[in-house]
């Protein structure tokens, strides 16, 4: 227990400076973080698997099958809080008076909908498909999480994950690992969509904490990739916008959707941008989990890049 009282008291002390001064984390961040992420990036990237994944996995099992399960769970809960207090808290602090712009109002998503859906149209063209009509990527998946890599220049390792139904019963399609310095993405995700994925936790390794930040990180870094990349991006802004105005006039986005290109709409379908499919439990759980780091974090909505495009 005295492991984790002193983790425990070296955490809170830390954040203690970090909100009362924020020049302390804006000084942590430029200075002491960049050699933090580079080390753990160096050391994550010689590892072919997610050490994260390990840890989440191997974590549970260390405090259960030991004698002094408190202590155990204790000692766990007082590490991860130190990490994340020298790895991604201050980061959160740091930027916590960037306020995202607000989603856009009905008519412009309908405008927004319509010009995304004709540039995914032109772009969608020069590429290859599979037998169900889907868009597929032109590179083995060491080739893209490479690529992804050079465009995002973001010194954080992306890696597919080992656990992708777990991933997909969750409902969660990439998350990032300030811990261990890795973009963890779900590689079985529809082609479509796995380049920008990739692309926006890539953008968390570079420190922007806003989703809706990450996000617009993501659809410049498409748009200056090849061909596939430009396309994922394109669609899958248009996948948010089809989000976003399906919660602001059900009507305008039954139109938008009957104004698809089919081979777009055969992709969006994969994404479930045109489902009607009701959340499992786990992915209402994972919804609620994450709406409160949002609003924990200040990290903002992720369909507010919208307006920074629209």
Not at 33 to 49: D, E, Q, T, W
Not at 287 to 307: E, V
């Amino acid at each position: 227990m005295r492991l984790a009282m002193a983790a425990l008291f070296l955490a809170g002390g830390m954040l203690g400076v970090f909100r009362g001064e924020p020049g302390a984390a804006v000084f942590w961040c430029e200075k002491a973080l960049p050699l933090l992420r580079g080390g753990l990036a160096c050391l994550s990237g010689r590892i072919p698997f997610p050490l994260a994944e390990a840890f989440l996995i191997a974590l549970p099992l260390w405090i259960l099958c030991g004698h002094s399960r408190r202590r155990r769970l204790a000692e766990a809960l007082a590490a991860v809080l130190l990490a994340l207090t020298c790895t991604w808290f201050p980061l959160c602090i740091a930027q916590a008076r960037t306020v995202p712009a607000e989603i856009p109002d009905a008519a412009a998503l309908s405008d927004l909908c319509a010009r995304l859906s004709g540039e995914a149209a032109a772009q969608r063209v020069s590429l290859p498909e599979d037998a169900r009509g889907r868009v597929l990527l032109p590179w083995t998946q060491r080739d893209l999480l490479r690529e992804a890599a050079r465009l995002c220049e973001s010194g954080g390792v992306p890696k597919a994950s080992r656990c992708p139904e777990l991933m997909a019963a969750l409902g969660v399609s990439g998350w990032w690992s300030p811990v261990t310095g890795e973009a963890v993405v779900d590689c079985a995700l529809p082609a479509a969509a796995l380049p920008f994925t990739l692309c926006h936790e890539l953008a968390h390794a570079r420190g922007v904490v806003g989703e809706a930040e990450a996000n617009l990180f993501a659809w410049e870094a498409c748009a200056r990739g090849p061909d596939a990349f430009r396309y994922s991006g394109t669609v899958s802004a248009l996948w948010y916008a089809l989000g976003a105005l399906r919660e602001a006039d059900e009507a305008a986005w039954r139109n938008a959707i009957s104004g698809l290109d089919a081979v777009v709409s055969r992709d969006l379908r994969a994404m479930n941008a045109l489902s009607d499919r009701e959340e499992t439990p786990l992915e209402r759980l994972q919804d609620r989990l994450t709406a409160l780091y949002l609003r924990c974090a200040g990290a903002g909505d992720y369909a507010a890049f919208l307006a920074w495009i629209a």
